[in-house]
């Protein structure tokens, strides 16, 4: 129902930026969009996410104060802005949406989620 495109991924040294974009085709029936990370091996983790309506954001321990993540609702896109990059945040990440708005409690779970983009790649050398 919603596609989703990410853009943005690349291969930076430690202590690098990058800045992904996430551009949906609607925002109907979009009240969250998030950020998921997976590396090889691993399970699928939330990252960042944000309210479309009142742009309430929530991120992960691990990206606090690293990442920020952002939208601009006229161009149906969400940003995910990654500085001090580290090896440990290396995976293809994916953005995705969801029919109800991000909540505190309940903004990172992955079953919620229901349409995905395809991912990008995010390599950090050390």
């Known amino acids: 129902q919603v596609h989703l495109v990410e853009s943005g991924g690349g291969s930076v040294q430690a202590g690098g930026s990058l800045r992904l974009s996430c551009v949906a085709s609607l925002y109907l029936n979009t009240y969250c969009m998030g950020w998921f990370r997976q590396a090889p091996g691993k399970e699928r983790e939330a990252v960042a996410a944000?309210?479309?309506?009142?742009?309430?954001?929530y991120y992960t321990n691990s990206v606090k104060g690293r990442f920020t993540i952002s939208q601009d609702t006229a161009k149906r896109t969400v940003y995910l802005q990654m500085d001090s990059l580290k090896p440990d945040d290396t995976a293809v990440y994916y953005c995705?949406?969801?029919?109800?708005?991000?909540?505190?409690?309940?903004?990172?779970?992955?079953?919620?989620?229901?349409?995905w983009g395809q991912g990008t790649q995010v390599t950090v050398s050390s």
């Open positions: 944000i309210s479309t309506g009142d742009a309430s954001t």
């Open positions: 995705a949406t969801d029919v109800v708005p991000c909540t505190s409690w309940g903004w990172f779970v992955v079953g919620s989620f229901g349409s």
